[in-house]
């Protein structure tokens, strides 16, 4: 019975490493879509840089693309999909 109890203990913890590992790249992507949006903002009503203008829209153009691979690629059934879907 200790067998068995350890194994599932062991399956909960890398369940639970691999949503909190999802989480922080979520929450990392999100504070530089934050941090650049300002500069995206700002750069449209006031004459700028043509290069941070660039940059700071790349950046928040990256926020949802990254996210939605981050989280196929975290799950097997969605990864294994997707891969098919490529392959064809």
Known sequence: MN?????RRDAQAKAHITV???LGCFLILYI????ASPFSI???SFPAD???LFI??????AYP?????ILIMRNPRMKQT???ILWK
């Open 82 to 84: 997707c891969q098919r």
């Open 65 to 69: 693309s990254l996210h939605s691979v």
């Open 3 to 7: 067998v068995h109890t350890a194994g």
């Open 42 to 44: 700002t750069s449209k």
């Open 32 to 35: 530089v879509y934050i941090l």
């Open 20 to 22: 909190l590992k999802s």
């Open 50 to 52: 043509l290069t941070a």
């Open 56 to 61: 700071s829209e790349t950046l928040m153009a």
